[in-house]
Antibody, heavy 120, light 107 residues
Framework: EVQLVESGGVVVQPGGSLRLSCAAS????????MHWVRQAPGRGLEWVSL????????YYTDSVKGRFTISRDNSKNSLSLQMNSLRAEDTALYYC?????????????WGQGTLVTVSS | EIVMTQSPATLSVSPGERATLSCRAS??????LAWYQQKPGQAPRLLIF???TRTTGIPARFSGSGSGTEFTLTISSLQSEDFAVYSC?????????FGQGTKLEIK
């Protein structure tokens, strides 16, 4: 069974940093691209970032470019999101999502999410 | 960025009736359109991809149609477990974008 388990979400002050992690199991991790998708309270889903199967390419939504960094460790079946210079508008439930292929933006499995709150 | 617009925002339907949800893209996305179902406190679940292909295990009462910029999700005979939020997503180009969701509620 495919499982994605996020961790690392906490309350952090504006301007602070945070690192989210996602532990993957139940599939061949390095065959698939991975994503972070977030959902602010009461809002719709927002794609945040993509990393291809080998980590060779990364993509970001404009609002996080230069502040967030996605990475993966295929030897540990893990995905990370380093979040710097956090803003109130980054407050959201952050989901780790598995793509259906080595690249691309169709997600067939999601974790339960980890909550990031940016507040003073 | 491709903007996805869903309508209506909320749809009230009685169990056993048909529900029709709409999704419009601001640019052509071909057939690269997915529908997700999300229940309170749960992660989204992929229902439909390629505009009309059901994911394994999704009941036949769920059907997707459309191409280009106009798409529809139809649930033919609503069951109690179908009341949820449904979101469309284009994966034709990054940034991948979602609609704001349609809340399907019991009438």
């Amino acid at each position: 069974e495919v499982q994605l388990v996020e961790s690392g979400g906490v309350v952090v002050q504006p301007g602070g940093s945070l690192r989210l992690s996602c532990a993957a199991s139940g599939f061949t991790f390095d065959d698939y691209a991975m994503h972070w998708v977030r959902q602010a309270p009461g809002r719709g889903l927002e794609w945040v970032s993509l990393i291809t199967w080998d980590g060779g390419s990364t993509y970001y939504t404009d609002s996080v470019k230069g502040r967030f960094t996605i990475s993966r460790d295929n030897s540990k079946n893990s995905l990370s999101l380093q979040m710097n210079s956090l803003r109130a508008e980054d407050t959201a439930l952050y989901y780790c999502a598995k793509a259906v292929a080595a690249t691309g933006g169709l997600f067939d499995c999601w974790g339960q999410g980890t909550l990031v709150t940016v507040s003073s | 960025e491709i903007v996805m617009t869903q309508s209506p925002a909320t749809l009230s339907v009685s169990p056993g009736e048909r529900a029709t949800l709409s999704c419009r893209a601001s640019q052509i996305v071909g057939g690269n359109l997915a529908w997700y179902q999300q229940k309170p406190g749960q992660a989204p679940r992929l229902l439909i991809f390629g505009a009309s292909t059901r994911t394994t295990g999704i009941p036949a009462r769920f059907s997707g149609s459309g191409s280009g910029t106009e798409f529809t999700l139809t649930i033919s005979s609503l069951q109690s477990e179908d009341f949820a939020v449904y979101s469309c997503q284009q994966y034709n180009n990054w940034p991948y974008t979602f609609g704001q969701g349609t809340k399907l509620e019991i009438k």
